[in-house]
């Protein structure tokens, strides 16, 4: 009988485990991501910053990062946002 319990303990761990990592990956937050720039007309990756616009519902907010600009700030239009 605590054989049955420690293993429905056990199978109650692995199922919290492996909520938290599908959150992690694919929640809210920085994520990176490709997308076709609408001004240049060429593919760039960009880190987006994905926040929960309603609940269940994420969108993109901020783009922070891009390889086409470099290492300087992204000052552009941000007309990928609506790509994303």
């Given at each position: 009988m605590s054989g049955i319990i420690s293993l429905e303990i056990?199978?109650?761990?692995?199922?919290?485990?492996?909520?938290g990592h599908a959150i992690?990956?694919?929640g809210p937050?920085?994520?990176c991501r490709s997308?076709?720039?609408?001004?240049?007309?060429?593919?760039?990756?960009?880190?987006a910053d994905q926040r929960e616009?309603?609940?269940?519902?994420?969108?993109?907010?901020d783009v922070k990062e891009?390889?086409?600009i470099g290492n300087a700030p992204v000052a552009c239009g941000k007309g990928c946002l609506e790509r994303l």
């Amino acid at each position: 009988m605590s054989g049955i319990i420690s293993l429905e303990i056990f199978g109650v761990l692995i199922c919290w485990v492996v909520l938290g990592h599908a959150i992690w990956k694919w929640g809210p937050g920085l994520r990176c991501r490709s997308v076709r720039c609408p001004e240049k007309r060429v593919g760039a990756k960009v880190l987006a910053d994905q926040r929960e616009g309603e609940f269940g519902c994420l969108r993109v907010v901020d783009v922070k990062e891009c390889s086409l600009i470099g290492n300087a700030p992204v000052a552009c239009g941000k007309g990928c946002l609506e790509r994303l």
